[in-house]
T-cell receptor, first 114, second 114 residues
Framework: EAQVTQNPRYLITVTGKKLTVTCSQN?????MSWYRQDPGLGLRQIYY???????DKGDVPEGYKVSRKEKRNFPLILESPSPNQTSLYFC?????????????FGPGTRLTVL | AQSVTQPDIHITVSEGASLELRCNYS??????LFWYVQSPGQGLQLLLK??????LVQGIKGFEAEFKRSQSSFNLRKPSVHWSDAAEYFC????????????FGTGTRLQVTL
């Protein structure tokens, strides 16, 4: 089954404790993105990657890091989380095949930073 | 600046009634347009998309949307709403044409009364 998976689905942590949210897709997609969803703001892009070792900032990159060492994986790293990063995070991927230009989303990771 | 507007934060309709959710965008050319649905506690599911061609597009779950270039709009419609349609609906626009980024509206929460 074609899908985007994220782990963990729920995470409660404390300020300053480094964490990583993993994202993996099995569709051989070139593009991957991270978004955060906040009430009343919709989804905003954090970072995106056009292929292995190619990443770029989205609209709200501050406080986040990403890496793309393998095509299927795109982890989101919060090196020193703060309470304002409490949010619902989505990973998405899209490819150059038949469903070109269509982003498919993972199930989301709800992060709470205390 | 490129932007996406969903003017209705919350809409309530009776089961069996028709539905129209509004979406407007600000852009000089025709972008790629999407509607996603997010059920409570779930991720984002693609309902339909418009890239070019026929301005009336059909999607899943009985939804359709009409692109109107003159109004910069891409409104979502359904002739008869079911209670299971209660969810949050997001209009999203790809202004880049490269699948690298979606710009989302702030969402419309649909409530269905029985």
């Amino acid at each position: 089954e074609a899908q985007v998976t994220q782990n963990p689905r729920y995470l409660i942590t404390v300020t300053g404790k480094k964490l990583t949210v993993t994202c993996s897709q099995n569709m051989n997609h070139e593009y991957m993105s991270w978004y955060r969803q906040d009430p009343g703001l919709g989804l905003r892009q954090i970072y995106y990657s056009m292929n292995v070792e190619v990443t770029d900032k989205g609209d709200v990159p501050e406080g986040y890091k990403v890496s793309r060492k393998e095509k299927r994986n795109f982890p989101l790293i919060l090196e020193s989380p703060s309470p304002n990063q409490t949010s619902l995070y989505f990973c998405a991927s899209s490819g150059s095949g038949g469903d070109y230009l269509t982003q498919y989303f993972g199930p989301g990771t709800r992060l709470t930073v205390l | 600046a490129q932007s996406v507007t969903q003017p209705d934060i919350h809409i309530t309709v009776s089961e069996g009634a028709s539905l129209e959710l509004r979406c407007n965008y600000s852009y000089g050319a025709t972008p790629y347009l999407f509607w996603y649905v997010q059920s409570p506690g779930q991720g984002l599911q693609l309902l339909l998309k418009y890239f070019s061609g026929d301005t009336l597009v059909q999607g899943i779950k009985g939804f359709e949307a009409e692109f109107k270039r003159s109004q910069s709009s891409f409104n979502l419609r359904k002739p008869s709403v079911h209670w299971s349609d209660a969810a949050e609906y997001f209009c999203a626009v790809d202004f880049t044409g490269t699948a690298s980024k979606l710009t989302f509206g702030t969402g419309t929460r649909l409530q269905v009364t029985l």
